[in-house]
């Protein structure tokens, strides 16, 4: 069983982000009251995780893509800028930050503790973006390492014509999660059921020891 957290869709019907949370059970189980929403739009969703299990921030996104003319360009800075806001006011809690997106851009290309050269590719202006967003944060993308890269397709998109995939998803964890056992990779038994290949699931296992509670504050973030 999970819990489904949604931001909501455009009047048109598109975009919207989902997180899903396994509720496990007995006493290191996640619970509903665990969970608080922090901060939505149809392109993110950021979420308070306190449980007994784990404590976190969480911000799930999905980035526009590269435009073709100064006045979407414009939009597309402006979205960023928009979720380095958001992501900078989950930051300020105090606890571990987790970020999940989809770039629609790539990396690899520029080397830093946050990024590494394992599969890379360009580095291109969303990617850009997120590599200056996670060496703000000190996080670091396991996927991009080749000690924790664990092999296999590093492609999560396929365009619809056909032709080479590209890796455009990332999950990116706290730098102090890098110590012990870290996995990254594409499973390829998780079926997402789209009418034809696009994108596939990327992961990351971690054995880590479960965070005691601790009651911080928060602050739903009206933007």
């Known amino acids: 069983m999970y819990h489904v957290l949604a931001s909501a869709a455009t009047a048109s019907g598109q975009y919207g982000c989902q997180l899903w949370f396994a509720a496990g059970a007995g006493r290191h189980s996640i619970k509903l009251e665990h969970i608080t929403v922090l901060a939505y739009a149809p392109r993110y969703i950021a979420v308070a995780l306190r449980s007994p299990k784990l404590v976190c921030n969480v911000v799930c996104f999905h980035a526009p893509h590269s435009a073709n003319d100064e006045e979407g360009e414009r939009l597309r800075e402006e979205w960023w800028d928009l979720l380095e806001h958001t992501v900078r006011r989950c930051s300020k809690q105090c606890v571990p930050l987790l970020l999940l997106g989809d770039l629609n851009g790539t990396l690899g290309s520029r080397l830093s503790a946050s990024v590494g050269g394992c599969c890379a590719e360009t580095e291109d202006l ?16 396991p ?7 664990v092999g296999g397709p590093s492609a999560t998109w396929s365009p619809p014509a056909g032709g080479p995939g590209h890796r455009i998803d990332f999950i990116a964890l706290p730098a102090g999660w890098r ?5 990254a990779f594409n499973p390829a038994d998780i079926d997402i059921a789209t009418a034809r290949l696009d994108h596939v699931p990327t992961q990351v296992n971690l054995d880590i020891e479960p965070l005691p509670f601790v009651p911080l504050p928060w602050r739903r973030i009206n933007l």
Request: hydrophobic residues 45%; charged residues 15%.
């Open 179 to 183: 110590s012990g056992s870290v996995k």
């Open 143 to 149: 996927a991009t390492f080749e000690g924790s890269w």
């Open 126 to 141: 969303n990617g850009a973006r997120f590599h200056a967003l996670v060496l703000e944060h000190s996080l670091w993308a």
